[in-house]
């Protein structure tokens, strides 16, 4: 049976054919679709993680556990699971780990251009990466197999285009796996990192990087597709598609495992030209590891740029220097459409009454970023998910006996139970006078409507908890006066609430609650 499934959706069914049991994560784009699709299959477990580092923390327990696990998460997610899995790496894994990492080139939904090839490296923990969605779906019981085979957590790297475009997959049946081994809680110095333990794992893990560079040499996914000799091309994942397409008749080394490279293969592979092609998204990950390796014959980056999306035209022009003459010749120009906050959006009237204050506002990750754009103009820093309540802090600490009172920390209801809550910990361990405003819409919204730990619905719709803010403010010192709760949709009491919170000098956290109007409108249709 055939599908034509995105690479997300492709992924969700590979970890479903491969006897996956646990799937969690953060949602991110472009790595969202993934757990999304996956909770539809049958006796599976599904979960958002409240971040990613409790994602990876989550997976690695269900894996040593002997359950084969899905970790899924994009690639500035990455950042904030970097501490487990390090240490991951060192522990290793019973049943199979696959950690999906998704990669924004060219930033589609991203602040930054990250990567996260580099991770598998630093890490030292290997890294698959498919071409389509087909080799999606396949490498993801591939990859189990190998984190099962070499006692390790593995990388199954995705990017954009791969996770949203769709390609024809052939469906098969679910295997029937079981793992006999459990927890084995009496082996404390492979699950204990302290650092006697940790110290003689480190060996452990080097040994196995070295097996696993002699395997990735004889593996079927590291493959040579010759052509008439006339033009040499190393590649992999989305690129070598475009590669193909325009440069049909060359001979390409095709990577399906990217860490670590097969590097005897690639040098004997380059010594046949007097020159080799690498075409690779991003940094020169292959391009640098080969010239260390003494290979000079190789170019990349030296024609094609580090930053941004390749395209079939942009390869063939860099290697050919010929213009690339396609059969397809678009004139239409679309209308430009600026990224904006929807009409209507809860967050209009808060971002219309800070800019009208005058304020100096701290902001993050999700929807109400764009409030740094025109109409609104009322968003001065961003960083990363939870940096808009420190990032405040510092503004303040740095300001010293200047300080106006006029600095705000914005920040999402999703975003605050992500990573801001320990910023908020600080701020009032630390006595910082900085207002807090968490903007609630009810859902996650900037990544497709998930629910989170303060709208009372798990990945399922499954009812749960609901965080009281009021409860947690007081819990962590926020005075009961110092705290409110406003609707969205007054500007004037919002803007009246903002003025007298500041004027106490102290620190205060405001909640202005007001669903996002899609999500409403999707409720209202169940």
């Known amino acids: 049976m055939k599908a034509i499934l995105s690479g997300n959706e492709a992924i969700a069914r590979g970890a479903y054919e491969a006897g996956i049991k646990v799937g969690v994560g953060y949602p991110g784009t472009p790595s969202t679709e993934i757990l999304e699709n996956f909770i539809k299959y049958d006796d599976v477990v599904t979960e958002w993680s409240v971040n990613e580092k409790v994602a990876m923390e989550v997976g690695l327990g269900s894996a040593l556990a002997g359950k084969r696990t899905l970790v899924t998460m994009k690639h500035v997610g990455l950042n904030v699971a970097a501490d487990p899995l390090f240490t991951a790496s060192y522990i290793g894994s019973n049943a199979g780990m696959v950690i999906v ?8 939904s991203s602040q930054n251009e990250q990567d996260s090839r580099h991770y598998a490296r630093a890490a030292k923990v290997p890294m698959v990466e498919p071409s389509d969605s ?11 197999e190998l984190s099962e085979g070499f006692d390790t957590p593995i990388f199954f790297r995705s990017v954009t285009r791969i996770s949203h475009s769709k390609t024809i997959v052939s469906l098969e049946k679910k295997l029937d796996y079981k793992h006999d081994k459990g927890f084995e809680k ?11 333990f940790a110290r003689q794992r480190h060996f452990i893990v080097e040994d196995r990087m070295k097996s696993l ?4 040499n004889r593996i079927e996914i590291n493959r040579i597709e010759k052509g008439n000799g006339k033009i040499a091309v190393i590649t992999s994942g989305l690129c070598y598609n475009y590669v193909k397409e325009v440069l049909p008749e060359a001979d390409i080394f095709k990577l399906g495992m990217i860490y670590p490279l097969p590097m005897k293969k690639l040098i004997d592979f380059c010594k046949g030209y007097d020159k080799v092609y690498v075409v690779e998204e991003l940094d020169p990950f292959i391009e640098d590891q080969l010239k260390a390796k003494g290979v000079s014959n190789v170019v990349g980056k030296d024609i094609m740029p580090i930053t941004g999306e390749y395209s079939p035209e942009l390869i063939y022009t860099a290697i050919t220097g010929k213009k690339f003459n396609s059969e397809i010749n678009v004139e239409i120009k679309p209308f430009p459409r600026p990224p904006m906050l929807c009409p209507g959006c809860p967050h209009a009237q808060t971002f219309n009454a800070m800019r009208k204050l005058g304020l100096t506002v701290s902001g993050d990750i999700g929807c109400y970023t764009l409030g740094t754009l025109p109409p609104y103009s009322a968003m001065h820093a961003c960083v990363d998910m939870g940096a808009s309540i420190p990032f405040a802090q510092g503004l303040e600490i740095a300001q010293g006996s200047e300080f106006k009172h006029d600095v705000v920390a914005v920040i999402g209801d999703s975003t605050f139970a992500h990573s801001g809550i320990t910023g908020l910990i600080n701020a009032a361990y630390n006595k910082r006078r900085i207002l807090v405003i968490v903007l609630d819409n009810s859902t996650t919204a900037m990544t497709g409507m998930q629910p989170n730990p303060f709208n009372g619905s798990t990945i399922t719709g499954e009812e749960t908890v609901v965080i009281d803010y009021q409860k947690l403010a007081e819990a962590i010192g926020i005075k009961k006066d110092n705290f409110r709760t406003v609707t969205a949709y007054k500007e004037e009491v919002i803007s009246e609430t903002i003025q007298e919170l500041l004027a106490k000098k102290e620190l205060c956290l405001m909640v202005v609650t007001g669903p996002c109007l899609i999500y409403k409108r999707k409720k209202e249709k169940v």
């Open 134 to 144: 087909q080799e999606a779906k396949e490498f993801v019981r591939y990859a189990c």
């Open 213 to 216: 560079e002699e395997f990735s």
């Open 101 to 108: 990492v998704a990669d924004d080139p060219d930033l589609h």
């Open 186 to 196: 009496e082996n404390i110095k492979k699950h204990v990192m302290i650092p006697g």
